[in-house]
């Protein structure tokens, strides 16, 4: 613990700190948005309906515990964003509400790729800092997007997956979900399992910068990470 007041370590944090917040506010923006859209008004009356981080932070889950992990390992560790609330609706519209948040994950991930691009585009080198920190951006965008999709309840994936079985089957999918919360514990208690999401998320952090390298003809930073 005695480098964690060296700038290098501080630097790590800020960054770490901007970029999980931008992708929570995002991911909750996404859930308020097609609740709106399908006609519930209550994410807008609720203020959720806005890009401001500070509507969509939880001060445990968005602040307090991504600091900690992040002053102590350099990494996130388990965290989260104020739920957005909403009347319920079909499963069919249930499955577009949550599936809305993870979807603006891979938004957000793409545009940074772009982004990234064109500033290497226009100079910045593979192996600058700044270069490090939007790849590491793309990385959490899209371990969020694979993470919350893992069909355990209460993770956004829960609620997907219920909206695409066939109905026959809905009996069965809700005997499984009473367990789903220990599928859940089960990551967060176990590092090793989370290659489940990390691999995925490292693959299309790659392959998407590898498409855009090949548009913008520059070359690819994966690999780098």
Known sequence: MNDVATPDRIQLVVQGMIMFIAAIALHEFGHAWMANRLGDSTPRVQGRLTLNPLAHADPIGTILLPLVFLISTGGLGFAWGKPVQHRSFD???????????????????????????ILLKAGVTIGHKLSFALESAVFLNFILFFFNLIPAAPLDGGTVLRGLIPYNSLRIYDQYAVYAPFVLLAFMMIPA?????????????????????????????????
């Open 193 to 225: 399992i989370g290659v489940v999401v990390r691999w995925p998320a490292a693959w299309m952090t790659d392959h998407l910068y590898d498409v855009m390298a090949r548009i913008g003809h520059v070359a690819s930073p994966r690999g780098a990470l």
């Open 91 to 117: 499963r069919k519209g249930n499955m577009a509400v949550a599936f809305a948040g993870p979807a603006m994950n891979v938004l957000l991930a793409t545009f940074i790729v772009l982004v990234h691009v």
